[in-house]
């Protein structure tokens, strides 16, 4: 167990990520891309991932369960209808889409390689705590969503 599992919250991350990505355009001006259709697909792909992440946090209200990913054993049940049945963390998939769409809106090519960084420290740090967790609490029940479910898409 690593000091950083379970100790950011996603969405601090997601605004450190995005802030990081804001620094480098500014460094580094002249990677910068004119892209035309730049506002279109940046907003297109925020709105997106804004409702993916929605969809995830009505899901688990209307089960009844924690949306704290900061404590994965307070979970009382494995949601696995609606978006849940496509994504098993649909919420960080919203979140990695959102940082797509700030990307695309900078337009700065160094910007994309963070965003390998985000998916791999949310798997690390983030969701790999959160299924050792999650199986340790639901047993088969969990390794069956797992088999079935996708981790991202």
């Known amino acids: 167990m690593s000091i950083l599992e379970l100790k950011i919250p996603p969405l601090m991350l997601v605004i450190l990520f995005a802030l990081a990505m804001y620094a480098i355009s500014l ?69 990695l889409l959102i940082l797509i769409a700030w990307g695309v809106w900078l337009s700065n090519m160094i910007t994309v390689l963070l965003l390998p960084c985000f998916v791999i420290y949310m798997n690390t740090y983030q969701i790999k705590p959160e299924e050792r967790a999650l199986q340790a609490k639901f047993g088969k029940e969990f390794e069956q969503y797992m088999a079935t479910v996708r981790r991202w898409l």
Not at 32 to 45: F, K, M, N, P, Q
Not at 61 to 85: A, E, F, K, M, W
């Open 27 to 95: 460094l580094a001006p002249a990677v910068t891309l004119h892209i035309s259709v730049r506002d279109i697909v940046a907003v297109t792909v925020a709105l997106f991932g804004a409702l993916i992440v929605l969809s995830g946090v009505v899901a688990f209200r209307s089960h009844h369960t924690t949306v704290n990913p900061l404590v994965p054993g307070d979970s009382s049940t494995i949601v696995q209808d609606g978006i849940y049945r496509l994504s098993r963390n649909p919420m960080y998939l919203g979140f």
